[in-house]
């Protein structure tokens, strides 16, 4: 059974930075493309960056230059780097992940990011 843990949500001063990590274990196959969503309470839970297979990343244009993602296939995690971090960053995060050999993709439990000002 796959599962995706995430980690590092935490409440964070406006101009910090904070990392977030996803563990996706219960597959002895890789992952297809790899990505962070966000969501507040209300509105749609929306991408915020995904990486390929190969490395190409995607971002949301409200992010850009301030956040990083990455992936490890080895370790099949996927890390979000967020700098600069602003209030209307706050939301829940969630990992997102397809694995090959399994059908649809799967979604992490959500950590709680909070920027204070």
């Known amino acids: 059974q796959v599962q995706l843990v995430e980690s590092g949500g935490v409440l964070v001063q406006v101009g910090g930075s904070l990392r977030l990590s996803c563990a996706v274990s219960?597959?002895?196959?890789?992952?297809?493309?790899m990505g962070w969503y966000r969501q507040n309470p209300g509105k749609q839970r929306e991408l915020v960056a995904a990486?390929?297979?190969?490395?190409?990343?995607n971002y949301a244009d409200s992010v850009k230059g301030r956040f990083t993602i990455s992936r490890d296939n080895v370790k099949n995690t996927v890390d979000l780097q967020m700098n600069s971090l602003k209030p209307e960053d706050t939301a829940v995060y969630y990992c997102?992940?397809?694995?090959?050999?399994?059908?649809?993709?799967?979604w992490g439990q959500g950590t709680q990011v909070t920027v204070s000002s």
């Open positions: 219960g597959s002895r196959f890789g992952m297809k493309a």
């Open positions: 990486i390929s297979v190969g490395g190409s990343t």
């Open positions: 997102n992940v397809g694995v090959w050999g399994y059908p649809g993709d799967y």
